[in-house]
């Protein structure tokens, strides 16, 4: 069974930290590569960050661009989203989501909620 499930979420003052994790089983996690979305209330979802399988190549939205960084773990299938510089406008549902996996489609995990107020 394919599943992804986030962890990490919660309430923090602007200007702070979170690290949110995923945690992959039931397929090959080292071939897949693997992306960051959030959804805000009243608002369409949002690409944030994206992985390859090895890690070697990483992309951002602009939005979150020199204050996010994805990084993953193949030994422990797991990928990660250090946020920093925490604003308000980051308050969302975070997913992670693999486009594809040796099992021949993607996934999507249940989300974990980031609130950045004062």
């Known amino acids: 069974q394919v599943q992804l499930v986030e962890s990490g979420g919660g309430l923090v003052q602007p200007g702070g930290s979170l690290r949110l994790s995923c945690a992959a089983s039931?397929?090959?996690?080292?071939?897949?590569?693997m992306r960051w979305y959030r959804q805000a209330p009243g608002k369409e979802r949002e690409l944030v960050a994206s992985i390859t399988s090895g890690g070697g190549s990483t992309n951002y939205a602009e939005s979150v661009k020199g204050r996010f960084a994805i990084s993953r773990d193949n030994a422990k299938n797991t990928v990660y989203l250090q946020m920093n510089r925490l604003n308000t406008e980051d308050t969302a549902v975070y997913h992670c989501?693999?486009?594809?996996?040796?099992?021949?489609?993607?996934?999507w995990g249940q989300g974990t909620q980031v609130t950045v107020s004062s």
């Open positions: 989501h693999t486009p594809r996996t040796d099992r021949g489609f993607g996934a």
């Open positions: 039931g397929f090959t996690f080292s071939v897949s590569a």
